[in-house]
C-alpha cells in the first residue's frame, strides 16, 4: 500500500514587514493627533497672550471691539466722524461675555453711540463695520458703487482713488490719536473688480488671515469748501 506524505500546514505568522507597516500607521496616527493638540493649545495660548496684551475697559468699544476680535476670530473696520469721541464711549458698560456675534452686534447698537453692519461673505472671516451714527447719510460715500482696478500698496488705494476723481475719498494726512497713528504701506495688494462698493473693495482686498483684526479706518470730515471728505488708512498685516 503506498504511503501517503503527511502535509506540514503553511506557516501562518504574518511576515515582520506586516508589523513594522502597522506600527508605522500607529505611529504616523499618533503623532498627528498630538500635532493637532499642539497648534490648538497654541493658538489658545497666543489668544491669551493678544488679550493679556490689550487693557480692559468695557466703557471704551475701541478696546471692548479689540478683545471681541480675539474672541469671535472677526475683524473690524471703522468709520467715525472727525471730532466725535462715539468710538471711545459707551452709554453704559459693554458685556464681556456675550456668546455670539449677532449679540455681540446688539451690545454696541444699544449702547454705543456706533450702528453695525455684519459681512459674512467670508465664513471664515466676519467683518463688523462699526459706524458712527453721527455721520448719517455722510457715511454713504462708501456704498458708492465703482470699477476699480488697481496693484500696488494697500495704503495708497485712496490717493488713487482720489486721482481717478472718486468723490469724497482722499489719502490720510497725518494726524495724532490711536485711530491716526499708522498707515499700511508694506502690504502688495492686486484689484480688478466691476461696480463693487467701496467699502467691499478696501475690507476684501487683503488676506484676512495674516491681517490685523481691525482692517482700516475711514474718518470724515467737512473741508473749508463745504464739501464733505473721507480718509481711508489701513492697519497693516498682523504683528507690526
Same mark, same amino acid.
Given at each position: 500500500?503506498?504511503?501517503?506524505?503527511?502535509?506540514?500546514?503553511?506557516?501562518?505568522?504574518?511576515?515582520?514587514?506586516?508589523?513594522?507597516?502597522? #506600527?508605522?500607521?500607529?505611529?504616523?496616527?499618533?503623532?498627528?493627533?498630538?500635532?493637532?493638540?499642539?497648534?490648538?493649545?497654541? %493658538?489658545?495660548?497666543?489668544?491669551?497672550?493678544?488679550?493679556?496684551?490689550?487693557?480692559?475697559?468695557?466703557?471704551?468699544?475701541?478696546?471692548?471691539?479689540?478683545?471681541?476680535?480675539?474672541?469671535?476670530?472677526?475683524?473690524?473696520?471703522?468709520?467715525?466722524?472727525?471730532?466725535?469721541?462715539?468710538?471711545?464711549?459707551?452709554?453704559?458698560?459693554?458685556?464681556?461675555? %456675550?456668546?455670539?456675534? #449677532?449679540?455681540?452686534? &446688539?451690545?454696541?447698537?444699544?449702547?454705543?453711540?456706533?450702528?453695525?453692519?455684519?459681512?459674512?461673505?467670508?465664513?471664515?472671516?466676519?467683518?463688523?463695520?462699526?459706524?458712527? &451714527?453721527?455721520?448719517?447719510?455722510?457715511?454713504?460715500?462708501?456704498?458708492?458703487?465703482?470699477?476699480?482696478?488697481?496693484?500696488?500698496? %494697500?495704503?495708497?488705494?485712496?490717493? %488713487?482713488?482720489?486721482?481717478?476723481?472718486?468723490?469724497?475719498?482722499?489719502?490720510?494726512?497725518?494726524?495724532?490719536?490711536?485711530?491716526?497713528?499708522?498707515?499700511?504701506?508694506?502690504?502688495?495688494?492686486?484689484?480688478?473688480?466691476?461696480?463693487?462698493?467701496?467699502?467691499?473693495?478696501?475690507?476684501?482686498?487683503?488676506?484676512?488671515?495674516?491681517?490685523?483684526?481691525?482692517?482700516?479706518?475711514? &474718518?470724515?470730515?467737512?473741508?473749508?469748501?463745504?464739501?464733505?471728505?473721507?480718509?481711508?488708512?489701513?492697519?497693516?498685516?498682523?504683528?507690526?
Amino acid at each position: 500500500m503506498a504511503t501517503q506524505e503527511k502535509r506540514v500546514p503553511p506557516n501562518r505568522t504574518q511576515s515582520p514587514f506586516v508589523h513594522w507597516t502597522w #506600527d508605522c500607521r500607529s505611529a504616523v496616527g499618533l503623532f498627528a493627533t498630538l500635532l493637532i493638540l499642539v497648534c490648538a493649545v497654541g %493658538v489658545r495660548s497666543m489668544q491669551a497672550q493678544e488679550l493679556k496684551d490689550i487693557p480692559v475697559d468695557h466703557s471704551n468699544p475701541g478696546l471692548y471691539k479689540d478683545h471681541m476680535a480675539i474672541k469671535f476670530q472677526c475683524h473690524f473696520t471703522i468709520e467715525y466722524l472727525s471730532g466725535s469721541d462715539n468710538y471711545f464711549t459707551s452709554r453704559e458698560d459693554l458685556n464681556p461675555d %456675550v456668546s455670539s456675534i #449677532d449679540d455681540l452686534v &446688539k451690545e454696541f447698537e444699544q449702547k454705543t453711540n456706533l450702528r453695525v453692519v455684519v459681512d459674512r461673505q467670508d465664513e471664515q472671516h466676519p467683518v463688523l463695520h462699526l459706524i458712527d &451714527k453721527e455721520l448719517g447719510k455722510k457715511s454713504e460715500v462708501l456704498d458708492r458703487k465703482i470699477d476699480f482696478q488697481y496693484s500696488g500698496r %494697500v495704503g495708497d488705494i485712496a490717493a %488713487v482713488m482720489e486721482k481717478q476723481r472718486i468723490p469724497g475719498i482722499e489719502p490720510p494726512r497725518s494726524g495724532i490719536g490711536p485711530l491716526e497713528a499708522f498707515n499700511d504701506h508694506v502690504t502688495e495688494v492686486t484689484i480688478d473688480v466691476k461696480q463693487t462698493s467701496i467699502r467691499h473693495i478696501l475690507t476684501h482686498c487683503v488676506d484676512l488671515d495674516e491681517y490685523k483684526r481691525t482692517i482700516w479706518s475711514a &474718518k470724515t470730515y467737512q473741508a473749508e469748501d463745504g464739501t464733505w471728505k473721507t480718509q481711508i488708512r489701513f492697519y497693516g498685516p498682523r504683528g507690526r
